[in-house]
């Protein structure tokens, strides 16, 4: 079986690699505030401008998927589309700590048995 014909580095197609679209290339560069900031925007508009911004083809990228993800939320009635939107963009929410509930009584004597050893 005989090899292809291979030019320099290249291996495989002779075409290589696809570049990446500008407008993906774009979404590297888009910071958390940029995408906390449209979506605070986006949170007061009506179906019918989410859908603008979604067709413009001006918008930049990370605004039309914020838009779409919103739009999606409010027609399926589904309020984890936050969830999903933070989760994407900002990454997974921090664990929650575990909070001990002391009545004023504990406090009080933990802070006396402190001072006691203290002395």
Known sequence: MSKPFVK???YGK???RPKI????RDLHECSKAMVIDAMAEFMNYRISRLLEIMKDVEQPVYRKMVARVIL????DGDV???DYICERFLGAKPKASTVIDLSDEDVISGLRAI???AD
Not at 21 to 24: A, E, L, R, S
Not at 72 to 75: A, M, P
């Open 14 to 16: 002779l075409g290589g």
């Open 72 to 75: 999606r939320g409010v027609q």
């Open 80 to 82: 984890r589309f936050l």
């Open 8 to 10: 320099g580095n290249q």
């Open 115 to 117: 001072k006691g050893s």
């Open 21 to 24: 679209p500008q407008d993906i």
